[in-house]
């Protein structure tokens, strides 16, 4: 009796200094900082479905593929339970809460394999240990295909964040094959790779119009260049911009309504704005020198973009009257290629570094210059978005690969393994 | 590891042809033993790990009578307010830039403290307006030229208070603002582009008459400037 009153008096000194130790670190935090919700995973239960390998080998991969994507959508701290112990984490095929509670758990996703009439399914459910109860529940089919695991992850980042998750977003890029290059698009992570144009010709500087239904790129495919737009669904292209001389970068604006775009029908580089629909062309920059790659801000008001006109490349913004033009970028004597991040703060760019090329970010007035890479040479940098992420293309292991990594630079990982992949261009949530 | 360097020994041992049997008992004695120690340290493991579960056990017993005692001593533990705690925890605000946990404010007021950077208020201000929060944007200008009137980003405030009634949509404030720009900053760099705007509200507004007025008092004054570029293409 003694020892069990020792034994609880030191047990609630822990637990005090656990509660206020937590609680003064919730108040250390500013919003800038980042907060992550720690999710247990549970080990697959498939007591039901015990005659159904192929059903327990695909639920696998799924949870595989869900836990990378909750991983690396930021919003979470997965804690697994430790492989010594085996059934760690449940009591009798319960969840055991104590268990979880003690590895630092706050909710516990817990994957089931189900026997419904003569159907197998895969459960997941989400239980909170706070308040004790089941936050989340969703059947799926346990097929092992990768878009029903991003499907997945979504609807859990959405569920317990309010966030939309980006786990079944594509990248679309620019794929070197002999002389030309083609258009290829990858899931968010690499996988489902599949080709989406076959013009023997160069097509680059993919970007997504905003809903993902196509994307407008640049292709050499008639000896010159022209703006294409690309259906994804039907398959079918139209050309958008063919005036006389360079068509070049890009950018559809948020609202879908007019593309900002580099001609030099005037002479050298200028940015315009086009309305596909009216066919209205209005010029925004005039200036001698060459001024181009235009990257919407997110209420698409501004734009930023590349100009040599202090003597070497650097950014500037101006709005999309082409009026009250300011430079950005003053570091470093060569900086291209902006991409607007879609939360509004934050521009990512391209620098010369050391005779290297690096991915940086500046805030958009202009303080924190922040270096991202270090290896090789890093280009082409495209938002995630939901602001958290950026993918680019990067030489750092031989041959160029589209990478990914988190907002920070943290989390760098190659996303393909065929070299010359270039100019990645990240897709909305669709 | 040890035991891959006992085998080389013993290799070495038996490739030189020296000592021989007896350092090879000697050798085979102590791997015997050293499987012996691992299949303790196994069992022990095992032992370890069921304790490991019986300590856990306890200590939720022991957590579950703490709450009760907590609760008895006028501590509550309601589920609501570990709701409210585990609230707290969830990673809404994350990344590069925040939104408020409490959600966007009804009535936008930009709340300063009284020791106000006046470079970080003009700069929350201007996020706000590449967000679109054009309300939470325009408090935040006001705010700024109500405490720093003299200030060097004064012109800037004024301007992007123009703006931000523009990119509603809203012509006619936005002409007044903008109007301030000209009238309260003259010669200052935001004036150009000041010039154009409000040519640009009168020409939404339907007086295309007077828009070309600024825009050709804009060519005359800045000839230079990019906006007089814009302005010429208008005039034409």
Known sequence: MKIKYVLLILLSTILCQNVFGRADVYLKLSTSERRQLELGIAPLQAQDAKDHPEAIVNAQKMLEIIGDDLAFSLYFKLVYPPSLLEGYGLKKGRLDIGAWQMLGARQVLIPELKQEKKKVILKLSVFDLGIQRQVFSKDFEPDGSRA??????????????GEDG??????????????????????????????????????????????????????????????????????????????????????????????????????????????????????????????????????????????????????YIMDSEGANIRRLTYQGGYNTSPSWSPRGDKIAFVSRIDGRFQVCTIDITGDNFVQLTYEGDNEDPSWSPDGLHLCFSSSRTG???????????????????????????????? | MKKSLLLVSLS???????????????????????????????RRTAVMDSLIQIQMGMIYELRAELRSLSASAGEKWSIAEQQQEDNKYRPLPIGPNQPDPKGPAPEPKAEVPSETNPKKLYDASYLDITKGNYDLALAGFNEFLKRFPKHDLADNAQYWIGEGYYAQKKYEPALTEFEKVVGNYPGKDKEPAALYKMGLCLQEMGDKAKARQYWQLLVKKYPKSPEAALASDKLK
């Open chain 1, 148 to 161: 029903a695991a991003h499907a997945a992850s979504d609807l859990i980042i959405k569920n317990l964040s």
């Open chain 1, 166 to 315: 980006v786990s079944s977003t594509k990248i679309a890029f620019s794929l070197k094959s002999g002389k030309n290059k083609e258009l290829m698009l990858a899931d968010y992570d690499g996988g489902g790779l599949r080709a989406l144009t076959n013009f023997n010709s160069i097509n680059i500087s993919p970007d997504w119009q905003p809903g993902g239904g196509a994307l407008a790129f640049v292709s050499f495919y008639r000896n010159r260049t022209d703006i294409v737009s690309l259906n994804l669904a039907s398959g079918q292209t139209a050309i958008i911009s063919q005036t006389e001389g360079l068509n070049t970068s890009p950018a559809w604006s948020p609202d879908g309504k007019s593309l900002a775009l580099t001609l030099s029908k005037d002479g050298n580089a200028e940015i315009y704005l086009l309305s596909p629909e009216t066919k209205e062309l209005r010029r925004l920059t005039n200036s001698w020198a060459i001024d181009c790659s235009p990257s919407w801000s997110p209420n698409g008001r501004e734009l930023v973009f590349n100009s040599d006109r202090p003597g070497s490349p650097q950014l």
């Open chain 1, 399 to 430: 041959s160029h690969q589209i990478w990914r990594m988190h907002w920070d630079g943290s989390a760098q990982q190659a996303i393909t393994n065929n070299g010359g992949s270039y100019m990645p261009a990240w897709g909305p949530v669709q």
């Open chain 2, 12 to 42: 070495l041992a038996v490739f030189m042809g020296c000592g021989m049997k007896k350092e090879y008992i000697r050798v085979t004695d102590q791997l015997d033993s050293i499987e012996v120690r691992e299949k303790k340290i196994d």
